[in-house]
């Protein structure tokens, strides 16, 4: 099946040998031994995680309620009448179906499947890149994407990736989508990292987004004893990455108002009623090198810039996470 697919899951795995995920893990982690495949969370892939990259069939498949969780709590921090660029991928398609609902939004995208999912959205404008079309990820790639880009300025852009790490950032597999979404990020005020727990110590070919112009990360919460992430996510935090976390299965918040709380409304609540799970954490800003950005964005009529987001300002749940005293 990992041949057949580049990557699979190990519930998929699970479901066609009809046994448990837990003896399916000990036979992935035997195979890894041997140096026929690399064990990923929640999955296993083809060896040379470096350079390969799964296509869109493969990756659907993969970490399907972490990504709905994340794309949820994402769509939260979107208001209505902002302008943001949304890059391509599968965790961005999920969040670009979320958006579909809010009034007055502008969506600068170089996805196929982002603008597919806002098509008949009537109250969002979107506005396509140029360039190449990249037929792995439905993505326009190439000298005519980022040149559509120059000039331009959103609130904040919304990225996915192959992996993440707190020494390298955001990065993927393939150079012309990394030079596109570097060129995304340019664009914007702040960025925003979508990526469920399989990425969070993973580290791919090419850089797209340092660790220190990431403004937030959107994560889903890590496994049980899944140490990597835990120090991965920690790492990140010591450098100033706000950690946000999302519940799988927990209701998500509306989109379109922000994610500010009302009265009687604590953090990681959007409608008063009992919180979901055990209490949710507050998303504390923490220091660390960050861009800086002027109070008002040059990017002409119909763009905002970069909209203050306050600690009190996120539903879900979400990590305290503080930097280590050194």
Known sequence: MVRANGAVSLRELARVVQTSEVTVRRDVRALEAEGLLDRRHGGAVLPGGFTRESGFPQKSHLATAEKTAIADLAAGLVEEGEAVVVGAGTTTQELARRLARVPGLTVVTNSLLVAQALAHANRVEVVMTGGTLRGSNYALVGSGAEQSLQGLRVSRAFLSGSG????????TSNMLSASVDRALVQAAAEVVVLADHSKLGTDTMFQTVPTDVITRLVTNEPLTRDERSATELQALADQGVQIAIAGVGQPAPAPGQGQGTGPGVG????????????????????????????????????LRGPVSLSDQQLGGRVADLAPRRR
């Open 164 to 171: 993440l790490t707190a020494e390298r950032g955001l990065s």
């Open 267 to 302: 953090p990681g609540r959007t409608d008063g009623g009992p919180t979901v799970g055990r209490p949710a954490r507050r998303d504390t800003p923490l220091p660390g090198p960050r861009r800086t950005h002027p109070p008002t964005a040059p990017g002409g009529p119909g």
